[in-house]
């Protein structure tokens, strides 16, 4: 079974603090992708790596950036959190390969007060 | 533009009516379609795609190329179906998926 984790489930953190959102996959996957998920909104992509230290820009990606220092490992930074970015956080995995199922963590409910 | 459109929110209907829940896409080539579901506190996951032409959980969908469509029906809706739905786009050759913006299905009893 693919198994995709996420470093939390629930996170509160004030304006203007540093956030580091962790997804770790333990089936190889060279595509990783991180994306927003709200009501009424869907799922919005902020960035994708398709392998270790390369990255692209999603829909969204201002006021996020990402790194991707080892293959399992896909980190969404918030550089200073504002109200506007508390949100369901989904982070996903799948094969190199276009058209393949995408497989979620858990996400992370971020809460920006 | 690649779009994925689910014109309903929300869709309620009760235990044992049929269920459809609709998905209209704009592609100029020929997609790959996924339908993923979200229940209660769990994560999201593909409930089924188009290419596998399987049914699950009693849920089918199939393509309709002339009016771009990609409907999950099922006929006789159970209460765990109640969750989010999401209908996606694969475009040829490309890693990322175009979502819809889901479809909250509740079961009543």
């Known amino acids: 079974d693919v198994k995709v984790t996420q470093s939390s489930r629930y996170l509160v953190k004030r304006t203007g603090e540093k956030v580091f959102l962790e997804c770790v996959q333990d089936m190889d996957h060279e595509n990783m992708f991180w994306y927003r998920q709200d009501p009424g909104l869907g799922l919005r992509l902020i960035y994708f790596?398709?392998?270790?230290?390369?990255?692209e820009k999603g829909d969204i990606p201002e006021g996020y950036s990402v790194s991707r220092e080892k293959k399992e490992r896909f980190s969404l930074i918030l550089e200073s959190a504002s109200t506007n970015q508390t949100s369901m956080y989904l982070c996903a995995s799948n094969p190199g390969l276009a058209g393949i199922e995408q497989y979620f963590g858990p996400g992370t409910r971020l809460t920006v007060t | 533009a690649q779009r994925v459109t689910q014109p309903e929110k929300l869709l309620s209907v009760f235990k044992g009516a049929p269920v459809e829940l609709k998905c209209n896409y704009s592609?100029?080539?020929?997609?790959?379609l996924f339908w993923y579901v979200q229940y209660s506190r769990q994560r999201l996951q593909l409930l089924l795609r188009h290419i596998s032409r399987e049914s699950i959980k009693g849920f089918t969908a199939d393509l309709n190329k002339g009016e771009t469509s990609f409907h999950l029906k099922k006929p006789f809706a159970q209460e765990e179906d109640s969750a989010m739905y999401y209908c996606a786009l694969s475009a040829l050759g490309n890693y990322q998926l175009i979502w819809g913006a889901g479809t909250k299905l509740i079961i009543k009893p």
């Open positions: 592609y100029s080539g020929s997609p790959e």
């Open positions: 790596s398709y392998d270790v230290k390369m990255k």
